[in-house]
């Protein structure tokens, strides 16, 4: 028979459970060494969204053209084309790589980032971004977003209207990068964003010589939150298979529910990284003339203006939530994964195609919430 004092017991041996289970995560995919192109699809041809003057290459075509390979120091490289003329085409599109993940990932999973270089030059765009099936209406999450010469990265999100981040009033007791903007909402100041910028080292020639560093992305029910860490300030759980977001200090960049209720603005994501060059951010005389001299354009056609147009990843992780029945090593069972073909899908709806299966939250959700029955049962018998 149940009593109260039993079942209080009970309750709070529970909570105590979930607490832990809480700051405990999974690994689910990881992008590294011989093995970082396994569950990407490549995008291939021109820029669509942006229209950056590059053409994305097939994984055919990259590698043949050594646009992606794993280097000596057994990090991966991604890299825009830095041997071909475009001299006297009018119409030339510089080869580029732009990569969309075969999987969506949503609140519960934990990403990294660790990158020794960023692309960056006049001109260059890249990006590890994510966005929700249909773009810009389910949502944009920019970790890393560069622009030609600029010495910082800024992260933002990109939503309907609705979603803000909180003012400069509250700013600096969530966070500890610089607030830009608040408001997420895609058609104000041109698709702006809510953005944070992120001081030090964060991008750029100063983002390589001092060894780069790691972006940190943890999505729970509380909010959407950002790290950057130095190439020296990396904490020393990162790395490792048991990374724990609660014992790393205030975000570089947050967003919490208070704000911007992800649950409504934020559909499950699919990971991109890309490169771009111009098009309607780089190439926007008003931007383009910040940090470079000239017209943006007019660098394309030389293949030397690219020499540092590349990203090489030490590796991207993913991770989910786990300490229940649900976890696995099975990947397709921790975060609901999207099938593409071979030949690469839309940037304007690339996990449209995605299978409609529980994400690890649903699963854990279920999974807790069965454990506590059994808990229950037996501190109550």
Not at 175 to 188: A, K, P, V, Y
Not at 335 to 362: D, E, I, M, P
Request: glycine share 10%.
């Amino acid at each position: 028979m149940f009593t109260l004092d039993a079942l209080g017991l009970g309750v709070v041996a529970l909570a105590s459970i979930r607490g832990v289970q809480a700051a405990s995560f999974e690994i689910a995919f990881n992008h590294s060494g011989e093995n970082f192109l396994d569950n990407w699809t490549f995008y291939n041809g021109i820029d669509t969204n942006n229209t950056g003057n590059v053409l994305f290459q097939t994984q055919q075509q990259a590698q043949q053209e050594q646009l992606t390979f794993l280097n000596s120091a057994g990090n991966f490289i991604i890299k825009v084309d830095n041997t071909t003329s475009g001299a006297n085409d009018p119409n030339f599109g510089r080869p580029s790589v732009k990569l969309l993940s075969n999987y969506t990932f949503t609140a519960g999973n934990l990403i990294l980032f660790d990158a020794v270089h960023l692309p960056f030059g006049c001109s260059v765009w890249p990006a590890f971004w994510s966005q929700g099936p249909v773009w810009p209406d389910d949502g944009e999450i920019d970790i890393m977003e560069g622009v030609n010469m600029a010495p910082q990265n800024e992260i933002s999100l990109h939503t309907l209207d609705g979603c803000t981040h909180p003012d400069n009033a509250s700013s600096s007791s969530i966070e500890t990068g610089d607030l830009i903007s608040t408001d997420c909402f895609n058609q104000t100041n041109g698709n702006q964003g809510c953005i944070v910028e992120v001081p030090g080292n964060s991008y750029g020639q100063n983002f390589a010589s001092s060894g780069g560093g790691v972006y940190a992305l943890n999505w729970n029910t509380s909010g959407i939150y950002a790290w950057f860490f130095p190439r020296g300030s990396i904490p020393s759980d990162l790395p490792t298979d048991s990374p724990n977001p609660d014992g790393w200090g205030l975000p570089t960049a947050a967003y919490p529910t208070s704000s911007c209720n992800a649950a409504e603005f934020i559909k499950p994501q699919t990971l991109i990284l890309d490169i771009t060059i111009c098009g309607n951010f780089a190439g926007i005389p008003s931007v383009f003339s910040q940090t470079c001299s000239g017209t943006c354009t007019d660098l394309v056609p030389t293949a030397s203006n690219y020499d540092n147009a590349y990203f090489e990843i030490s590796y991207i992780r993913v991770f989910a939530q786990s300490g229940t029945a649900a976890a696995s090593s099975d990947s397709s069972a921790v975060v609901a994964a999207t099938s593409t073909g071979a030949g690469g899908a839309t940037s304007t709806g690339s996990s449209s195609g995605a299978v409609r299966g529980w994400s690890l939250t649903s699963y854990s959700l279920f999974a807790v919430f069965v454990l506590e029955l059994v808990g229950v049962f037996f501190l109550t018998r």
